[in-house]
């Protein structure tokens, strides 16, 4: 089993939907959570950590759930330069920033 | 502010060759990351540098290798390069000092390695 595991999609969304990503992880230990965003053949960027109470930033909502060790990430009102690839991240050590990273799952917006 | 830079952008080496990648951190940061991305992966662990010493390494053998200089940029070089060993890869700077992990890394846009 992957330490995380996300669905790889592709999802096709046409412009102005909701599309929503999930992510599951296996280590019950691991402190904290973010998702990067990568655009094709560049370098992953950070795009939002993810709190235990839920956080919002702009059309970007991440939410935790520790009992079940599931991460989401839902995109309100898609955009065209939100077609990308997200990546699902877990720090499951503190005492490093060594982080887990998922495979991604691509989103594609369509006009 | 200068970003994390690394070279070479692309190149392409035989199985069996040596190859080293370099990297210069970004400013202020004193703690490099080596990721490994296969294509259609996320970023895997190689290895992290603070202090010009390794501090924590991943699940790769020990033909991977890497330092850290007193300026804090770092190099990662891979023996024997086998097929497998093609892929993107990402050096990562961070502060290492603080009590709060925001878990930003700052990733370089790569060296691409192709071996053959």
């Known amino acids: 089993r992957k330490e995380v595991e996300q669905d790889p999609g592709p999802f096709n969304v046409p412009e102005g939907a909701t599309v929503a990503f999930n992510c599951t992880y296996s280590n019950s230990a691991s402190q904290s959570f973010f998702w990067y965003r990568q655009d094709c053949r560049k370098e992953p960027k950070l795009l939002m950590s993810?709190?235990?109470s839920g956080n919002e930033d702009g059309r970007f909502t991440a939410q935790l759930n520790r009992a079940s060790q599931y991460i989401s990430l839902l995109i309100r009102d898609s955009k065209l330069s939100d077609s990308a690839t997200y990546l699902c991240?877990?720090?499951?050590?503190?005492?490093?920033?060594?982080?887990?990273f998922g495979s991604g799952t691509r989103l594609q917006v369509q006009p | 502010e200068t970003g994390v830079t690394q070279s070479p952008t692309h190149l392409i080496k035989t199985r069996g060759q040596q190859v080293t990648l370099r990297c210069s951190s970004q400013?202020?940061?004193?703690?490099v990351s080596w990721y490994q991305q296969a294509l259609g992966q996320g970023p895997q662990f190689i290895f992290q540098y603070y202090r010009e010493e390794e501090n924590g390494r991943g699940n790769f053998p020990p033909r991977f290798s890497g330092l850290q200089f007193p300026n804090y940029s770092s190099e990662l070089n891979v023996n024997a390069l086998e097929l497998d060993d093609s892929a993107l890869y990402l050096c990562a700077s961070s502060p290492m000092g603080g009590t709060t992990n925001t878990g930003e890394l700052f990733f370089g846009e790569g060296s691409r390695l192709t071996v053959l």
């Open positions: 991240v877990v720090n499951m050590d503190t005492g490093r920033r060594a982080l887990t």
């Open positions: 993810v709190y235990s």
């Open positions: 400013s202020g940061h004193n703690t």
